[in-house]
DNA sequence: CCGGAGGTTCGAAGGTGCTCGTACCTCGTC
DNA sequence: GACGAGGTACGAGCACCTTCGAACCTCCGG
C-alpha cells in the first residue's frame, strides 16, 4: 500500500484478484470511466471531469471500487481528486485485458463509412 | 432462441451485454468452466465431468448463468446434460476476450521448467 | 419394477452491490 | 470570514448473487 502525500492506498498489483477487477468492470459506469481514462493515454483527470448521471456519494463509492480492484490511482489535492490509470503495472499482471475490454466497449462508437 | 431437441433456450449474440459476460467470469467457479471448456478446444462435455466443490442445484444455477450469459451452449440428453462453449459466436461478438481471460487465469498453471 | 445417478425447481438464508440523502470536511475565492 | 465546489462517511433501502436442502422428475441398468 503506496502512503504518498495524497495519494489514496491502493493495493499492491501481486493482490489483484481477476475476480475483482472482472466485476469492477462489470459495471457500466465503472466500465466508461475506465474507457475513457485509456483514450486520454496515460494522462490525470480530475474525477469531476467525469459526466456520470449518478449521486457524487455513488461516485465516491465507484471510485473506491476501481481503486481497490487495482484499476486506478487516485490522488488527493487540495479541493478536487485526481485519477490516473494503473495503466502499465496492470498490463503487466493482467496482459491484454484493458485493451481487449477497450475494444469491445469501443466497438461501433466509430461507423466505418 | 434456439429450440432444438434438447437443447435448451439461449440469447442471440446479438443480445449478449459485455457487463453480463464479465459479471459471469468473475465467479471463480464459472470461469474455471470455461477456462476448462477452452482447453477442451470446442468438445462437448458432460455437465457432470465438472469437479465443483458445490451442491448439485448451485452448479444449475450456475449453468443457468453462464448460458445466459451466452457463453455456452447446453444440451439435455436422456439422463445427463452436456455444454459446449459458444467460441465463434462470441470471439465474433467479444474478440479476444475469452483468450486474454482464459491466459491470465492459465497464467502460472504451467511453469516453465 | 425398483434404485440410483443426474438435474431442475422451489424457498430460504446470508452476503454483497448500487443507489441515494444527509451531514460533515476542506480547500480556494470573494 | 462566509460561501460554494468537490469529496468523504454513514446509514438505509432495495435488488441481486451464491449457497444450500428438500422435493420431485427422468432416464438407464439390473
Given amino acids: 500500500m503506496s502512503s504518498m502525500p495524497g495519494e489514496l492506498p491502493i493495493p499492491e498489483m501481486a493482490d489483484v484478484d481477476l475476480g475483482t477487477v472482472l466485476s469492477a468492470l462489470a459495471d457500466p459506469h465503472r466500465r466508461a470511466v475506465v474507457v475513457d481514462l485509456m483514450a486520454g493515454d496515460g494522462a490525470e483527470r480530475a474525477c469531476s471531469s467525469f459526466p456520470l448521471p449518478i449521486a457524487k456519494s455513488t461516485r465516491t463509492h465507484h471510485w473506491r471500487v476501481l ?47
Fill in 67 to 113: 481503486r481497490e480492484a487495482g484499476l486506478v490511482r487516485q490522488r488527493d489535492a487540495g479541493n478536487g481528486t485526481f485519477v490516473r490509470l494503473r495503466r502499465d503495472e496492470f498490463d503487466a499482471k493482467f496482459p491484454g485485458l484493458l485493451d481487449v475490454v477497450a475494444g469491445i466497449s469501443t466497438a461501433g462508437s466509430a461507423p466505418a463509412r
